[in-house]
């Protein structure tokens, strides 16, 4: 029997990439909830998750359309709808860019002004110049292309304050660091398709050895970033203890992978970065509700009557 080919519905789903920016999403949100004290107020909520969320999905859109070619040389990727012909560039095309006026639109008039620049910022970061520059010029690529995807705690602080504190920059100077050990530990994996498909990524130019190196070392580095909320001020203990025991944990991974029991290995590593980067900012987020009490109880001084 003939298996029923996807629908159109799922064809469009799949273009925006939708997992990646479901964790891309949940560090919006949990920069909104770090932002006040409290509930963030409804209305910038829910618009700025909406906005920030269309936003992602046509960033992404627009790299499957960009990055077709390649695309069909990957295995990895040679199943996605522009490569397989169920969706034409123009569908992509037209799709992306209602999904991106949509984002700007209600960001703009829903949210504030300065989300819906951001927003879109870091939508050509990520579609464009990550995309179609970064990505073919140098093994870097990931690493300069990474501040869009570190982006979204900030756009999500600033969609429910209006501004850009620098504990939303802390949270993306988190984001920032781990992408290296997120991506090389995939591209290690899968270096035949990016030396197929002629893409210089680290393992590809610089090996594997070095690529090894490079992760365990941004992985070091993750582990003191991620001790900055703690020390200033921003969140608390409850927080320290899970970041430390999440980033050793991480480091023990980048660790045997300089030696990996088998070639799958690199992927364990990989799939733990993203459980390590959705617990980090749970821990963030229960440590900010929890901190109320967990604070330590006022010392009551007894004055001397008289
Ligand atoms: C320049 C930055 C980044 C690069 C180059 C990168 C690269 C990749 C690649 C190549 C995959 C495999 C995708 C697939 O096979 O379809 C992947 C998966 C994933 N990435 Fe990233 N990533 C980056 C940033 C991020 C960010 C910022 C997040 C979230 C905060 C994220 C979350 C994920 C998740 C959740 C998956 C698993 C998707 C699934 O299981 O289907 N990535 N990433
Ligand atoms: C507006 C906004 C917040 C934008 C966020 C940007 C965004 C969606 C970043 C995700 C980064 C990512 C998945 C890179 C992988 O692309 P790749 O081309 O290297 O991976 P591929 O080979 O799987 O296509």
Not at 259 to 265: A, K, Q, V
């Amino acid at each position: 029997m003939a298996t029923k080919p996807p629908s159109v519905l799922r064809q469009y789903w799949s273009l925006t990439k939708p997992r990646i920016v479901a964790l891309i999403v949940f560090t919006a949100v949990i920069g909104m909830f770090l932002a006040v004290p409290g509930l963030p107020p409804l209305r910038q909520a829910l618009l700025g998750t909406l906005g920030i969320w269309l936003g992602a999905a046509s960033a992404s859109a627009i790299n499957q359309l960009i990055d077709s070619r390649i695309d069909a040389k990957m295995a990895r990727t040679a199943w996605r709808p522009l490569v397989a012909g169920t969706l034409t560039p123009r569908q992509a095309l037209a799709f992306a860019l209602v999904l991106a006026a949509l984002s700007t639109a209600i960001l703009w008039w829903g949210v504030n002004p300065l989300t819906a620049v951001l927003t879109f910022a870091s939508l050509i970061g990520y579609a464009v110049v990550y995309t179609a520059i970064l990505k073919h010029a140098t093994p870097q690529n990931i690493v300069i292309g990474g501040i869009a995807g570190a982006a979204p705690p900030a756009l999500g602080w600033a969609a429910v304050t209006g501004q850009l504190h620098p504990h939303a920059l802390l949270l993306v100077l988190i984001i920032f660091v781990w992408t290296p050990p997120h991506f090389w530990a995939l591209a290690i994996f899968r270096r035949e398709d990016y030396a197929r498909a002629l893409v210089p990524m680290l393992p590809v130019t610089h090996g594997v050895e070095y690529t090894r190196w490079q992760i365990v070392l941004y992985t070091v580095l993750l582990l003191v970033v991620t001790v900055l909320p703690w020390a200033t001020g921003m969140s608390g203990l409850f927080y320290l203890g899970g970041a430390l025991v999440l980033g050793l944990v991480f480091l023990w991974y980048a660790w045997r992978l300089m030696d990996p029991p088998d070639e799958f290995y690199a992927m364990r590593v990989f799939n733990y970065s993203i459980v390590y980067l959705l617990a980090l900012f749970a821990f963030l987020l229960l440590d900010h509700w929890l901190a109320p009490w967990l604070q330590p109880a006022p010392v009551v001084r007894l004055l001397p009557v008289g």
